[in-house]
C-alpha cells in the first residue's frame, strides 16, 4: 500500500484565531486532525495537546510483541487508540481545571492508524473521516454533535440542519 500524505490548516472566514493542529507521522503510519473549540478559551492549545497525546501513545504501538492471532491483535489496536483518546480528554480536562484561562477548552479529534494492512479510523466530535478510493469520496464517519442526534432522531431533516 503507498500511503501520500499532506496537511494543511485554514483559520476560515469566521474567527481570528486558527485552532487546528494536526499530526503526519508516515513512519508509524499515524494520521490526526484535530479542531479547536472555536470560541472557546485555548481551543489551539486544546487540540495540540491531543495530537500530541495521540502520537505518544501510539508512535510505540509497533513496539510490543504480536498477539497470537489477527482477531487479538486488532482488538489490542482499537483499545490503544481508545485509551490515546481517553488521556487527550483527561489532560485537556486537567489542563482546563489547572487554569482558569483555560476553562471551556476542548477539541475536535480525527485518527488514523495504518497497522498491519489495517486502516483503523476514530474520531470525536464533528470532524469527519473521508474515504477517497476510485475518484469517488465518501464520508466514514458520524458527527457526534446535537445537530446530528436531533437528525437520527428525526426531529429535523438533514436539509433543514
Not at 2 to 12: E, F, M, P, Q
Not at 34 to 46: F, R, W
Not at 125 to 142: A, H, K, N, V
Request: proline content about 1%; charged content about 25%; glycine content about 12%.
Amino acid at each position: 500500500m503507498r500511503i501520500t500524505s499532506g496537511g494543511i490548516t485554514n483559520v476560515g472566514m469566521k474567527r481570528q484565531n486558527n485552532e487546528d493542529n494536526y499530526l503526519i507521522n508516515d513512519e508509524v503510519g499515524v494520521y490526526v486532525c484535530c479542531d479547536g473549540m472555536g470560541g472557546h478559551a485555548g481551543g489551539d492549545y486544546a487540540s495540540q495537546i491531543a495530537v500530541t497525546t495521540v502520537e505518544e501513545v501510539l508512535a510505540n504501538i509497533r513496539d510490543e510483541g504480536a498477539a497470537e492471532d489477527d482477531a487479538a491483535e486488532d482488538q489490542i489496536t482499537q483499545e490503544k487508540i481508545k485509551y490515546a483518546i481517553r488521556l487527550a480528554g483527561k489532560r485537556i480536562y486537567e489542563r482546563a481545571q489547572a487554569d482558569p484561562e483555560f476553562r471551556g477548552m476542548g477539541t475536535t479529534a480525527v485518527i488514523l492508524l495504518f497497522r498491519r494492512g489495517m486502516a483503523y479510523l476514530a474520531h470525536v466530535g464533528d470532524s469527519r473521516g473521508y474515504l477517497l478510493r476510485g475518484g469517488q469520496i465518501t464520508q466514514r464517519t458520524e458527527d457526534h454533535s446535537w445537530v446530528n442526534e436531533q437528525i437520527k432522531a428525526g426531529l429535523i431533516t438533514a436539509e433543514t440542519a
